[in-house]
């Protein structure tokens, strides 16, 4: 079977088994700062198992693309030299949420495998292992699947710690966790391996291919495990793992969807297809890279996109090893979206980016790669022993742009190992950036649980009556707020929007007889509505009956930017490219902010475009159309879905300009698209390494921002007593007149530098036999100078000279030697004796060298060093 049959087939199984089948999520994990990447088919459904999120279904299937390649979770040094080992990876994997538990989901697994119409395999052929003291699980394996005893394997604690064992899983230190069951694949005697728990464990005869996680216990900070009142199920299958066994071989790298893929490479880069571990490190980096980049991670120098770049490089340096020349990688991105992008279709959507992206990466690190390998093997020369210094490995990483994992590579070809230690120390606040997302290392039972539910009202009302079901102050629920408190208040329904997508949350107040809450700001934490303020005047109590009021003007002037923002977002894509995402965004009253993929700084033509494009729609004042609609219906209608964003089964439709725009939305927008009036774009820069950002102004703010500028053109066109049709010329006329102006200063500061030379060449005076000349002169530029003690060496013929003077509040010196006495003295070090003087800093070659500095009494006693400084030679 081929895997992308493989992988139809399990998720149409599960289907059959009354799961929902449900789309893999991005790489970048949805609202969970404790991953780097998504690595796991449990990542998406993480809140599902501890309960905060409530789903239409309770057991679900899904083929979910993860990296592992940085933080806890890092196969990187390991990729191309095992059979098994990948920084990409699809995980199939079937979920229960309280529904189902052990029984079914070892007969679910077991079946799938086993059965004729599905997988196939001979049982003969699987071993299990369960946790040690799992009877239950041990039991309905040997008794209801008739696994026979010899193939069951019980995996006790590592080390004797409690629960710190393979088939023991955990979340995190504490949270959901529970025992686990194995389920392996002999290939045979002809390779070499023993069973799981065996010395020989870490051979290839035996390959995990499933594990079912039951998720059974809630582990509190204190170590005890407390039985979960709904018990749930985890389970994955590595879709590469299982595709190697269905197609009878041994190495993940042999099955089809790595076989056109190394093909692709060896033509990429001109070298033979065969078994060289630098192709398969290659063929296995261009899926995580092209993934990466096709979820919106961009190379930069840290967290996620370092991450890529060290992919990148290190593809790259596997290449170089192979001959390859110029730029390869990005040619074999064709192959890729060929291979899986009927499956992923986000590949053949940006598959142009993901090329440009490469190609530039891979470009950069050439500039750099030559002179790296070439620093390394001078250290190698003269390495003392068999490890290379964290000192080298720094040097290459900070001053050549060569990760360790490059050093490392060469290092394992020649039998050599890394202080990686040593490195750490010398480099640790740029690594831990890094690496600065380990996995769920937080007390999930320290979380405040809010299990109200705030019905939603902005949509249709600034203002409801509501009742108030929580307060909290300082994250503890309390009964009451009094006057000057500040207090989070819950209520069951709200008219006031939670911060989401970009667009701020709500302020106004909440009301009452003889009671006010300002609210400042509105979150969400689950279905509940958090509205962040103080107690003005009153007391609020839990249970009391209040009138919600939104900030009318606030809200509205929000509504506008966000409107505006989507026709921006749809302009962007229509005048730069397809390939341009959003990478963040932030609506306001005042402005909004909006964050994008693009490599390259928006031209002014192109920012005219765009103002233009995004009028023309406001003037058009066509209708803001909203559907309520399930994902995939909204999808193909052609939604922009934003990635790393949580979406649920129903989502909000948002189309705006007939079309032209088309998003998923939770946010509050304009009826028309004529309520923005006007929008105007008052800044375009980069903040990341290909994201770029646009900051603009929509309504009463444009109009004000209009207006103002109108007043200064006017005030302009009066100070240089034109008009709106000539003041462009009357400035440039000014323009002309200035630098005539600076040309006539310049020539008469030459004529007065020339006759000052003559002047000064007869004030120097001998030292020790050589001719010294110190002298002031202020109001002269440090250029000035120069040219002046040209002049002077030339009529002195034989000389030490220094000048100095204050120019703009500031110190400038320069000094001079003829060549006859650099071998005595030196201008250089000359300037550092005047300018440490005078608290300044300065230095330059023996004949000629610049300072300046800052103390201006001290400027004379400065220049009376120079006398000093040749009697002391």
């Given at each position: 079977m081929k895997s992308a049959e493989i992988r139809e087939a399990f998720l149409r199984f599960f289907e059959d088994k009354g799961h929902t089948r449900v789309a893999s999520s991005s790489l970048i994990p949805a609202n969970d700062p404790t991953l780097l990447f998504t690595n796991a088919g449990m990542n998406q459904f993480k809140d599902c198992f501890l309960g905060l999120e409530q789903r239409a279904y309770t057991r679900a299937a899904s083929s979910q693309k993860c990296v592992r390649a940085g933080g806890k979770h890092n196969d990187l040094e390991n990729v191309g030299y095992t059979a098994r080992h990948h920084t990409f990876f699809e995980m199939l994997g079937n979920f229960s949420f309280g529904d189902y538990f052990k029984p079914d989901?070892?007969?679910?697994?077991?079946?799938?495998?086993?059965?004729?119409?599905?997988?196939?395999?001979?049982?003969?052929?699987?071993?299990?292992?369960?946790?040690?003291?799992?009877?239950?699980?041990?039991?309905?394996?040997?008794?209801?699947?008739?696994?026979?005893?010899?193939?069951?394997?019980?995996?006790?604690?590592?080390?004797?710690?409690?629960?710190?064992?393979?088939?023991?899983?955990?979340?995190?230190?504490?949270?959901?966790?529970?025992?686990?069951?194995?389920?392996?694949?002999?290939?045979?005697?002809?390779?070499?391996?023993?069973?799981?728990?065996?010395?020989?464990?870490?051979?290839?005869?035996?390959?995990?291919?499933?594990?079912?996680?039951?998720?059974?216990?809630?582990?509190?900070?204190?170590?005890?495990?407390?039985?979960?009142?709904?018990?749930?199920?985890?389970?994955?299958?590595?879709?590469?793992?299982?595709?190697?066994?269905?197609?009878?071989?041994n190495s993940n790298y042999e099955i089809d969807l790595f076989q056109n893929l190394l093909a692709a490479v060896?033509?990429?880069?001109?070298?033979?297809?065969?078994?060289?571990?630098?192709?398969?490190?290659?063929?296995?980096?261009?899926?995580?890279?092209?993934?990466?980049?096709?979820?919106?991670?961009?190379?930069?120098?840290?967290?996620?996109?370092?991450?890529?770049?060290?992919?990148?490089?290190?593809?790259?340096?596997?290449?170089?090893?192979?001959?390859?020349?110029?730029?390869?990688?990005?040619?074999?991105?064709?192959?890729?979206v060929q291979e899986m992008g009927d499956a992923f279709p986000e590949l053949k959507q940006q598959q142009a980016q993901i090329e440009r992206i490469l190609k530039t990466e891979e470009e950069q690190f050439a500039k750099t790669l030559e002179q790296g390998l070439r620093i390394l093997e001078q250290d190698l020369d003269d390495l003392d022993g068999t490890v290379i210094p964290g000192s080298v490995v720094f040097k290459l990483y900070d001053t050549y742009g060569f990760p360790m994992d490059l050093t490392a590579d060469i290092a394992r070809e020649r039998e050599l190992t890394v202080d990686e230690v040593g490195f750490e120390r010398e480099m640790h606040a740029q690594r831990e950036r890094a690496r600065s997302a380990s996995s769920?290392?937080?007390?999930?039972?320290?979380?405040?649980?809010?299990?109200?539910?705030?019905?939603?009202?902005?949509?249709?009302?600034?203002?409801?009556?509501?009742?108030?079901?929580?307060?909290?102050?300082?994250?503890?629920?309390?009964?009451?707020?009094?006057?000057?408190?500040?207090?989070?208040?819950?209520l069951d329904r709200t008219p006031f929007y939670a911060e989401s997508g970009g667009q701020v949350g709500d302020c106004g107040y909440l009301s009452a007889e003889h009671l006010r809450v300002d609210i400042t700001d509105t979150t969400k934490s689950g279905t509940a509505f958090l509205h962040h303020g103080s107690v003005s005047q009153g007391t609020l109590q839990v249970g009391d009956s209040v009138v919600a009021q939104v900030d009318d003007q606030v809200r509205h002037a929000t509504a506008l930017s966000h409107s505006a923002t989507h026709i921006l977002h749809a302009a962007l894509r229509d005048i730069l490219g397809e390939h341009v995402q959003q990478k963040g965004s932030l609506v306001d009253s005042q402005r909004l902010r909006f964050d994008f993929s693009h490599f390259e700084p928006v031209t002014p033509e192109q920012i005219?475009?765009?103002?233009?494009?995004?009028?023309?729609?406001?003037?058009?004042?066509?209708?803001?159309?909203?559907?309520?609609?399930?994902?995939?219906?909204?999808?193909?209608?052609?939604?922009?879905?934003?990635?790393?964003?949580?979406?649920?089964?129903?989502?909000?439709?948002?189309?705006?300009?007939?079309?032209?725009?088309?998003?998923?939305c939770g946010g509050i927008h304009a009826q028309r698209t004529g309520d923005i009036g006007l929008f105007k774009i008052t800044s375009e820069g980069g903040?990341?390494?290909?994201?770029?950002?646009?900051?603009?102004?929509?309504?009463?703010?444009?109009?004000?921002?209009?207006?103002?500028?109108?007043?200064?053109l006017k005030q302009a066109m009066s100070m240089v007593k034109g008009n709106r049709e000539n003041v462009l010329d009357k400035l440039q006329a000014l323009l002309d007149q200035q630098r005539s102006l600076e040309k006539e200063v310049e020539q008469l500061k030459a004529k007065a530098a020339s006759a000052a030379g003559s002047d000064l060449a007869s004030s120097a005076v001998e030292v020790n036999g050589v001719k010294v000349l110190a002298a002031r002169l202020d109001g002269l530029e440090g250029k000035d100078l120069l040219a002046l003690i040209d002049q002077l060496k030339n009529k002195l013929g034989s000389a030490v000279i220094l000048l100095g003077g204050v120019h703009n509040e500031r110190i400038v010196l320069v000094a001079g030697v003829t060549k006859d006495l650099t071998g005595q003295f030196k201008a250089g070090d000359l300037m550092k004796q005047a300018t440490a003087v005078v608290g300044g800093k300065g230095g330059g070659r023996p004949d000629m060298a610049q300072g300046s500095g800052v103390e201006l009494a001290k400027l004379d006693a400065a220049l009376a060093v120079t006398a000093e400084y040749v009697a002391s030679k």
């Open positions: 989901a070892i007969q679910f697994a077991w079946e799938f495998l086993t059965s004729e119409q599905w997988m196939g395999l001979p049982k003969e052929k699987l071993w299990v292992t369960v946790y040690e003291t799992d009877d239950e699980a041990y039991d309905i394996w040997v008794n209801k699947m008739g696994v026979p005893a010899e193939r069951m394997i019980r995996i006790g604690d590592n080390g004797g710690a409690p629960y710190a064992s393979d088939n023991f899983w955990a979340m995190g230190d504490t949270g959901p966790c529970g025992p686990c069951s194995e389920i392996f694949y002999d290939h045979g005697e002809h390779i070499w391996g023993g069973p799981p728990g065996s010395p020989e464990e870490d051979g290839d005869r035996y390959i995990e291919i499933w594990n079912i996680v039951f998720m059974q216990f809630n582990r509190t900070a204190d170590g005890v495990m407390h039985p979960l009142p709904a018990p749930s199920v985890d389970t994955g299958m590595g879709l590469e793992r299982i595709s190697a066994v269905m197609q009878h071989v060896a033509a990429a880069v001109g070298c033979e297809n065969n078994d060289n571990p630098s192709l398969k490190v290659i063929a296995d980096h261009i899926r995580s890279c092209g993934f990466l980049i096709a979820d919106g991670v961009v190379p930069s120098n840290d967290g996620r996109g370092y991450v890529l770049r060290r992919i990148i490089r290190r593809a790259c340096r596997h290449g170089n090893k192979l001959g390859a020349s110029g730029s390869f990688f990005y040619k074999i991105a064709s192959a890729l769920f290392g937080i007390d999930y039972n320290a979380l405040i649980k809010i299990d109200s539910e705030t019905e939603f009202l902005g949509y249709q009302t600034h203002q409801a009556d509501a009742t108030v079901l929580m307060i909290l102050k300082d994250g503890v629920s309390v009964d009451s707020a009094l006057e000057g408190d500040q207090a989070v208040i819950v005219k475009a765009l103002e233009e494009r995004v009028n023309r729609e406001i003037r058009n004042n066509t209708p803001v159309c909203t559907e309520v609609t399930d994902i995939e219906t909204a999808k193909a209608k052609g939604a922009l879905a934003l990635f790393g964003e949580k979406y649920g089964d129903q989502v909000r439709v948002l189309s705006m300009a007939d079309g032209f725009s088309v998003e998923l903040v990341a390494a290909g994201v770029r950002r646009i900051e603009a102004i929509t309504g009463e703010t444009a109009w004000n921002w209009v207006t103002s500028a109108e007043e200064q």
